[in-house]
């Protein structure tokens, strides 16, 4: 048969069904044809293979043993067939959207309001890292992350959201008269996000000398407010945001100091990805949700009397 056009698919569709059901009226019934159209198709593939796949009385077909071995193997087949294009339009569809956000931004304002972006995009799943970590997007299996870094990476889409500013904060019987050069004779508590949070902060109130009397490290922002409001230590924590936290109220600023910049919350994606809808969806409504709620955030102060 080398050289002879092959049978179409829709021969190879219609004998497999009358295969299955053996009875070419219920295939026709199946395929919305006529019987006749069923019989010219198997007519087709028989002359093709030069077998007969059918044996046929007045009344009923069966098929033959020939026509059995190739109805097995066309039935695998197209099951692979479907296999394949059903995983493929699981992928094409696939609506996830894995973000990165740091803890603090995503416990005081990011889940708080995903309720409404979910409302909004009901076929958008969301993903959830909230590690205190740079995700890095080229291979981390994240499409969108919300940081506080000033390094601009190539390849990367840079939004900024919102300005942070450092404030110290402890409990009010360690808020006495505090200078910025007194903090060193006190335990100063280190969030585990920012490490050299506190070094950077004195030299930037014009105090070079390190190291403090005591440094302690907790990995968590809520673990940091419970020591100090328990009188541990003094915390740095990241305004507007930090006025949100659950304990906050018992905290004072020690230090009648100028707040000084922590730098800001930035979003950011793969610029190869900005076109992709659950991406622009989630940044747009991001953007626009921080530009509502704006000066509510820039409101917000030390919950000092």
């Known amino acids: 048969m080398t050289g002879q056009r092959l049978p179409s698919f829709k021969t190879l569709k219609t004998f497999a069904t009358a295969a299955r059901l053996e009875n070419f009226k219920a295939a026709a019934s199946e395929l919305h044809v006529s019987p006749s159209a069923i019989s010219h198709q198997i007519k087709v593939l028989e002359d093709w293979l030069g077998v007969r796949l059918f044996e046929r009385t007045t009344r009923q077909v069966s098929i033959t043993p020939a026509g059995a071995r190739l109805s097995r193997k066309l039935q695998r087949q197209f099951q692979a067939i479907d296999d394949s294009l059903q995983g493929a339009r699981a992928k094409f569809t696939e609506r996830t959207l894995r973000i990165s956000a740091l803890p603090l931004f ?43 870094t000033r390094i601009r990476q190539p390849g990367l889409v840079h939004k900024k959201l919102i300005d942070l500013q450092v404030v110290p904060l402890c409990s009010p019987e360690l808020a006495s008269t505090l200078t910025p050069k007194g903090l060193l004779q006190q335990t ?16 930037q109130q014009g105090v070079d000398a390190w190291p403090p009397k005591k440094l302690l490290t907790l990995d968590t922002i809520g673990s940091a407010i419970t020591a100090a409001s328990r009188g541990t230590g003094v915390l740095q924590g990241l305004a507007p945001f930090i006025w949100e936290t659950p304990g906050i109220e018992q905290l004072h600023n020690p230090v009648n100091a100028p707040l000084i910049s922590g730098g800001s919350y930035t979003l950011v994606y793969r610029k190869k990805d900005q076109s992709t809808p659950q991406i622009k969806a989630f940044a747009d409504w991001l953007q626009a949700e921080l530009k509502t709620d704006y000066h509510r955030l820039i409101s917000l102060g030390s919950p000092m009397p």
């Open 106 to 148: 995503t416990d005081t304002w990011l889940l708080p309001k995903l309720a409404s972006f979910e409302a909004n995009h009901p076929g958008i799943n969301i993903e959830l890292d909230t590690l205190n970590r740079v995700a890095d997007l080229d291979t981390d299996n994240i499409d969108i992350g919300i940081r506080n």
């Open 188 to 203: 100063l508590i280190v969030h585990g996000g920012r490490p050299d949070g506190w070094r950077w902060w004195l030299r």
